[in-house]
């Protein structure tokens, strides 16, 4: 295993910012690539549209169990040890999927795929604060933080063509071989930067965790930004089925179709980096909740209207997409700030609930016995108003002193 372990001497030399960006995207891009694959893969299956969409429910219940384990894990074996059985991982359940016989050797294998992929997710940022000063890995982690918003705004369109002319198999197989050279680049080129490395106290970080249950502020920042931020999942299960049973849109049509819609997320992104420190932190997520919950009551109402078009289903979508991306940053900052003593069992916590929350969205969007886009609809209400409901009543003191 000494493969696994790079020279004292290199402990320092910190990893390009490119090679940091590629991966971190890697654990979000496979649940946008195969978005436009998901009509063609179900029939090739022949599985329900809502049955393909527990493909993507379980990506996210493994990028779920990756953010609770993984950082704990690259803190007694080191980032690169880690970040390299990850990728492994990710490109054997890759390859995995080009021959999956059946959605539940589909499901199987996203699993696996996302816990892999995670690992670049979790220790990108871990990497970034390793080996930069606070000034530089706050500077480092923005740009991460952009280039985890923008991927999936491409990510859609590359699986769109994909698809349309090689089928959706190949998806698979262009993941494998994307992340089986970043695999060999790692192998050959990453240094380990955690250089003091110490035994797992697994019972002092559940017991953080635990502890962080009775933490009311971080309960409402944790519920409200997993719901908030993570309510768009239903669209994105929803999406691909509505747009080419309704709209005869092609994968490559509906890969530019997200593009506006993730378009608008980054957008609202790029908006929460300029109001950091100049809103109340209170003010933002209350604005943002109750715009989504605006926003899916005028989605819902043109559904039972039957006024669904190309046009009215991508407005208040793209409502939705923007306050997502005002609120997120927000909702995660307060959350791992409100308990100062517990700051990686929190990001932990809030990482494993946003991603179970997004998992039971697009799992509770595909079983709802109602016409796909009346469920898209009602669970994007109802995310909205969880997190209205969690973000509205928290008081203006405790925000007074962040």
Same mark, same amino acid.
């Given at each position: 295993m000494d493969f696994l372990r790079s020279p004292p001497q290199r402990l320092s030399r910190a990893p390009s910012l490119m090679f940091l960006v590629w991966i971190t995207i890697a654990g979000t891009? #496979?649940?946008?690539?195969?978005?436009?694959?998901? #009509?063609?893969?179900? $029939?090739? %299956?022949?599985?329900?549209?809502?049955?393909? *969409?527990?493909? &993507?429910?379980a990506y996210l219940i493994g990028l779920s169990l990756g953010q609770l384990l993984l950082g704990l894990l690259s803190d007694r074996f080191g980032r690169r040890p880690v970040l390299l059985a990850g990728l492994l991982l990710y490109v054997l359940s890759s390859a995995a999927l080009v021959v999956a016989p059946s959605l539940g050797a589909v499901l199987i294998a996203r699993v696996f795929q996302a816990i892999g992929g995670c690992a670049g997710l979790v220790l990108g940022r871990a990497i970034t604060r390793?080996?930069?000063? #606070?000034?530089?890995?706050?500077?480092?982690?923005?740009?991460?933080?952009?280039?985890?918003?923008?991927? #999936?705004?491409?990510?859609p369109i590359i699986g769109g063509q994909v698809a349309l002319h090689f089928g959706w198999r190949a998806v698979f197989v262009?993941?494998?071989?994307?992340?089986?050279? %970043?695999?060999? &680049?790692? %192998?050959?080129?990453?240094?380990?930067?955690?250089?003091?490395?110490?035994?797992?106290? &697994? $019972?002092?970080?559940? @017991? $953080?965790?635990?502890?962080?249950? *009775?933490?009311?502020?971080?309960?409402r920042f944790c519920i409200g930004g997993a719901f908030a931020t993570t309510s768009f999942y239903a669209f994105v299960g929803a999406a691909p089925f509505i747009l080419k049973t309704q709209f005869g849109l092609t994968p490559d049509q509906v890969g530019l179709a997200f593009l506006v819609v993730v378009g608008s997320l980054t957008l609202g992104s790029l908006l929460a980096s300029r109001l950091a420190g100049r809103l109340p932190v209170q003010t933002v997520v209350k604005t943002a909740s109750l715009t989504m919950l605006a926003a899916s009551l005028f989605l819902l109402g043109l559904v039972l209207a039957g006024r669904l078009s190309l046009l009215s289903l991508h407005l208040p979508i793209m409502a939705i997409s923007f306050a997502i991306g005002l609120c997120s940053p927000f909702a995660m900052s307060g959350a791992i700030s409100a308990e100062a003593a517990a700051i990686g069992?929190?990001?932990? %916590?809030? @990482?494993?609930?946003?991603?179970?929350t997004g998992a039971a969205i697009i799992a509770a969007t595909g079983m709802l016995p109602v016409p796909l886009e009346l469920a898209m609809a009602l669970v994007l209400l109802a995310a909205s108003a969880v997190a209205a409901a969690a973000f509205c009543p928290i008081s203006l003191r405790w925000f007074s002193r962040r």
């Open positions: 891009f #496979p649940i946008h690539i195969f978005v436009p694959a998901l #009509p063609d893969a179900a $029939r090739d %299956l022949g599985v329900s549209a809502g049955a393909m *969409q527990l493909s &993507i429910t390793d080996t930069a000063g #606070p000034d530089r890995a706050t500077a480092r982690l923005a740009i991460l933080g952009a280039a985890i918003s923008i991927g #999936p705004a491409f990510a262009l993941l494998a071989g994307m992340n089986a050279v %970043l695999l060999a &680049i790692t %192998l050959a080129t990453l240094p380990e930067t955690h250089a003091n490395r110490g035994d797992i106290n &697994i $019972r002092a970080y559940f @017991g $953080r965790i635990l502890a962080l249950r *009775q933490n009311a502020v971080f309960m069992a929190a990001s932990g %916590l809030y @990482g494993c609930t946003q991603m179970g």
